[in-house]
């Protein structure tokens, strides 16, 4: 763990303020030899944290995830081939925690609106930077174990854009992989 440093943000200012926000930010740091390091400009992408749940079915030895259309997964496909209309991903259940909400209950409620599952006592994996260089957004992970008794609804928040899929854990490790080369 690195040691604590001297940190003084000299100004900050809200560039583009919607759903996302992006924060132009005047810092110094010190630096390991004691001393400051000149201003330096930075972008922060600020989108709050979020939440994602690995889901498993110990029964059928499944792990839950859902395909969801991403228009950033569109554009970065579009580098490779322009022509494409691939925006699909399969991926986690994930979500962003809403204000007031804890990590937990967005959680909770994310894997319900995504998949039909209730889960209740979902356990924290760890909490993560997505991408420290340009977001502050911190990703709480749980684990789940699920059953079909679990299962109170149909799932496929956000207008049907959504489907719950069952892979078997193989299945599961060769579409992480398929999504591994394909954003490469």
Not at 19 to 28: G, R
Request: glycine share 8%.
């Amino acid at each position: 763990m690195p040691e604590t440093r001297k940190v003084e943000i000299r100004k900050q200012t809200r560039l583009f303020d919607d759903f996302f926000k992006v924060d132009e930010i005047l810092v110094a740091h010190e630096q390991r030899d004691g001393t400051m390091s000149s201003d330096q400009r930075r972008l922060v992408f600020e989108r709050g944290d979020a939440v994602a749940a690995l889901l498993y079915e110990p029964d059928t030895h499944t792990v839950i995830m859902v395909d969801q259309f991403r228009v950033p997964t569109l554009i970065a496909r579009r580098r490779d081939n322009p022509a494409t209309t691939d925006g699909w991903i399969t991926e986690a259940v994930a979500g962003m925690i809403d204000l007031g909400e804890t990590a937990e209950e967005a959680v909770i409620r994310e894997t319900l609106e995504e998949t039909g599952y209730r889960i209740n006592k979902p356990e924290l994996i760890c909490k993560f930077f997505s991408s420290p260089g340009g977001t502050s957004e911190r990703i709480f992970l749980y684990f789940s174990e699920v059953s079909e008794v679990d299962r109170v609804g149909a799932g496929g928040a956000g207008g049907g854009c959504m489907a719950r899929t069952c892979a078997s854990c193989a299945g599961a490790r060769m579409n992480c992989s398929r999504n591994w080369k394909s954003a490469r």
